[in-house]
């Protein structure tokens, strides 16, 4: 929580800090008065300022290193459970884990309508892998961060959903599939769709160019950035709350409250924003092999 050392702005700011690396430009002063050299330096960012220094080089350690974890999580917990699978009544994990599948597979059945082993396994991967990297916002917001503090971690993010670069990279890893398909299977027909819809005349092949190519680039933009968006907003809730506990006696009891019952409603956003994003990926995939 915020404390006497520590403003409110300055406390919000550091909580939403990731733990950055990458290579200062030379000449550039850091945070300690010091400058660097020829050549520039690799180091671990302190503030913002060094962090946007850094630019293309930059990697948010703590957003690879939840959202790595948490998928090596998903992944070994549901080999766990379909190895201990069997006949007869489920029950317990397995049962929970069925339950996600069938939900899973009867989602892709309803909303695909090619034929692609790869759809459902991704959906699913999707599914639970955000709904993981979700999940970690409902840990109280100081638990962790000043816990690495105290072994010399300055800054952690630990919801890598809260981060533009993870949200957009699998955004964009869908698109790549999303291109993929649609050259694969649509062939000369996926130039047609882009110069000849909505106008069906060569002369107006400049304008659907311009109108299909911008509609098609929106997609991994609106995909990803919806999800960033909830989290982030959520997540600077969470936030704001918890600074309420530094305001006084008179506060602990609301703002207690108030966290209690944003968490049990984020509940609702994190499943909400997982499944989101899983619909959008089947949908389109399905219209990738849409071959009119």
């Known amino acids: ?122 959906a699913l991967t999707v599914f639970v892998w955000i709904f993981l990297m979700n999940l970690m916002d409902l840990l109280p917001v100081d638990l962790v961060p000043h816990a690495l503090m105290l072994v010399g971690v300055p800054y952690q993010k630990i919801v890598p959903s809260t981060d533009p670069n993870i949200t957009m990279g699998m955004a964009v890893g869908v698109f790549v599939l999303v291109l993929y398909y649609s050259i694969k299977i649509k062939g000369v027909g996926f130039a047609r769709e882009l110069t000849m819809n909505p106008f069906n005349h060569w002369l107006f092949i400049p304008i659907n160019l311009f109108m299909e190519v911008v509609g098609l680039l929106a997609k991994p933009f609106s995909h990803g950035l919806r999800l960033f968006g909830n989290m982030y907003a959520g997540e600077i809730i969470f936030i704001l709350i918890a600074a309420l506990f530094s305001a006084g006696l008179v506060w602990l009891v609301p703002a207690g409250l108030m966290q209690i019952a944003w968490a049990i409603f984020h509940i609702l956003i994190i499943t909400l924003q997982a499944f989101i994003f899983m619909v959008l990926t089947i949908v389109y995939l399905s219209m990738a092999h849409e071959d009119h």
């Not at 080089?57 to 948490?70: E, K, N, Q």
């Not at 489920?90 to 309803?110: H, K, Q, W």
């Open 1 to 122: 929580m915020a404390g006497s050392t520590q403003t409110v702005s300055e406390y919000i700011v550091h909580h939403l800090t990731n733990l950055t690396y990458g290579k200062l430009p030379a000449g550039f002063e850091r945070y300690d008065g010091s400058v660097v050299g020829e050549g520039g330096a690799w180091a671990w960012a302190h503030g913002g300022a060094e962090a946007s220094a850094m630019g293309f080089s930059a990697v948010h350690i703590d957003s690879m290193i939840w959202s790595i974890g948490l998928g090596i999580v998903f992944c070994w917990l549901f080999r766990r459970v379909a190895k201990k699978a069997e006949t007869g009544v489920p029950s317990g994990m397995v049962n929970a884990l069925e339950m996600i599948v069938e939900f899973v597979d009867t989602t892709v059945r309803d909303s695909f309508h090619g034929h692609n082993k790869l759809v459902a396994p991704l």
